[in-house]
Each structure stands twice: as structure tokens, then as C-alpha cells.
């Protein structure tokens, strides 16, 4: 199915293009600097993720209208394991020790990150006429609200994140 995009979805599809190429960028050198082993995998994974969603928007940008069934499936799968890696990790209490300290540092800059994708995502669906489109921006906005999600759960068991 071919896409004619106006000019306003074809410059927000840019723009997020932009955020996602930060998110790769962001999680690759955050993997490299993470000191856990299970943080690194998840950064990488994530990486991954917004790699998929930056082609997904290039296919957007070159007319096509994506069919988001299968990828939706495997990243709720990814995000799924996941979250049972960061839930068997050992929670450390409200402390965080400075050995996490890098770690937890590193997790609040994607946290941040993700936070300021997914409302970035949310303000540009609304602006797309084609409900197919509309579809695959908010399949996307929620692989970025489980990354964000999978981050939180990981800074939760391991003493990081403590909401009052």
C-alpha cells in the first residue's frame, strides 16, 4: 500500500527518525559503559528495537505502509524475557552501592530518553490522515513505553528507582 504523506507528517516522520537514531546511539554507548552484564544485554536489545523503528520510518518516508503484526509479537516476547532477567536479579535494597552507581546513572538518561520518545510519538499520531500509519507510530510509541517499562523494572530490583 503506497502512502501520500503531506508535508507535515513527512517532517514529524523526519524528526522522529532523529530520536531514534539518538536512541541507538544512546543505547549502544550505554551498553558499552554499563558494568552489568544483564544491563548491557538489555541496552543492546533495546538498541535493536530502535534500529526497527527508525527503518520502519524510513519505509513510512518512502511511501510504504508497514505491517506491524509480526514485529509487535517479538518484541513484546523480547521485552517479556526481559523483564524475568531484571526480576531475577538480586535486589539490593534502597541503597544504591557505587558499584550500580554508573549503572543507575546510565538508566536514568534512557529513562528520560524514552520518556521524551513516547510523548513525541504520541503528539505525531494524532497528526497522520492514514489509520494504517497511525497503527505502526503507536505500535512503536508502545515498544518505547516497554523499554522504558523494562528500564524501570531493572533500576526497581536492583535498588535504583524507589517511588515513595
Not at 558494568?35 to 524510513?58: G, I, R, S, V
Not at 509480526?70 to 523480547?78: D, H, K, L, S, V
Not at 504520541?122 to 507510530?137: G, K
Amino acid at each position: 500500500m503506497t502512502a501520500q504523506l503531506t508535508q507535515k507528517e513527512r517532517t514529524l516522520l523526519q524528526d522522529l527518525q532523529k530520536h531514534e537514531e539518538v536512541c541507538i546511539k544512546k543505547y549502544q554507548e550505554n551498553a558499552a559503559k554499563a558494568k552489568d552484564p544483564a544491563l548491557k544485554q538489555l541496552f543492546l536489545q533495546h538498541a535493536d528495537h530502535e534500529q526497527m523503528h527508525y527503518q520502519t520510518l524510513a519505509q513510512i518516508l518512502n511511501g510504504q505502509t508497514p505491517t506491524m503484526n509480526q514485529p509487535a509479537q517479538q518484541g513484546q516476547q523480547q521485552g517479556g524475557n526481559q523483564q524475568q532477567m531484571g526480576q531475577q536479579q538480586n535486589f539490593t535494597g534502597g541503597q544504591v552501592n557505587l558499584g550500580n552507581e554508573q549503572d543507575a546513572y546510565l538508566c536514568n538518561d534512557l529513562l528520560m530518553a524514552e520518556k521524551y520518545v513516547s510523548g513525541t510519538y504520541d503528539t505525531a499520531i494524532f497528526e497522520f490522515r492514514d489509520s494504517n500509519i497511525r497503527q505502526a507510530l503507536n505500535h512503536i510509541q508502545k515498544e518505547e513505553q516497554q523499554h522504558g517499562e523494562d528500564i524501570y523494572k531493572y533500576m526497581a530490583s536492583h535498588g535504583m528507582y524507589n517511588p515513595q
